[in-house]
């Protein structure tokens, strides 16, 4: 057993000071994440409190305009949540979707022909595309409104050819009337005769 009196305080000291430089008894106090905003409240807080003591006049301003801020929000969120409400109301009562009654076959091929004389050549295009659904439909009188032109091609009676060529006038009229690429005489002639080819591929029934 060593004596007590034979250790050096200084050897004790420099021990524990080894010891607890160790990485072990690191004791870092880490930050909330959202402490920031804490330090940004008070600051809020401290300098609306500056504008009051040396700008009275100021800080009721900011006060009232702050009021009407909030008033003008809460009077908009009222009237989104009345409107949504009632449209909804309204679109329940509506009953469901009517069919609307449309243009015929010829109508359109009509409508093609004036437009195509006229160098409109995209709006053209899409009225051949309309004559070809029509011609296709159970009923020539009636079209959903609410199908797109994809819609009605898979509606559509073809044998696999032809349901292979409606593929193509669909993503012809999409890339010419929704995309804006621009559609030429020679464009508008070639989707004629492959619309005129798609009329001849309806399934057998």
Known sequence: ??????????????????????????????????????????????????????????????????????????????????????????????????????????????????LAAAGRYTEALAHRFMALVTELQASATLLDASRTPAEHARAAQLDPTGRAKMELLVDELYRRVFGGAPCTAAELSAFDGLAAEVGAHRAAR
């Open 1 to 114: 057993m060593i004596a007590q009196g034979l250790i050096a305080p200084d050897s004790v000291r420099l021990v524990l000071k080894q010891v607890f430089s160790d990485r072990a008894y690191a004791w870092n106090e880490r930050e909330h994440p959202l402490a920031f905003l804490g330090r940004w409240l008070q600051w809020l807080i401290n300098q609306l409190g500056d504008l009051a003591t040396h700008h009275p006049g100021a800080y009721y301003a900011l006060l009232c305009a702050l009021v009407v801020v909030l008033a003008a929000i809460m009077v908009h969120a009222g009237w989104i949540v009345w409107h949504s409400v009632r449209a909804r109301r309204r679109d329940e009562g509506a009953g469901p979707p009517v069919t609307r009654r449309a243009h015929d076959a010829a109508w359109h091929v009509a409508e093609f022909r004036r």
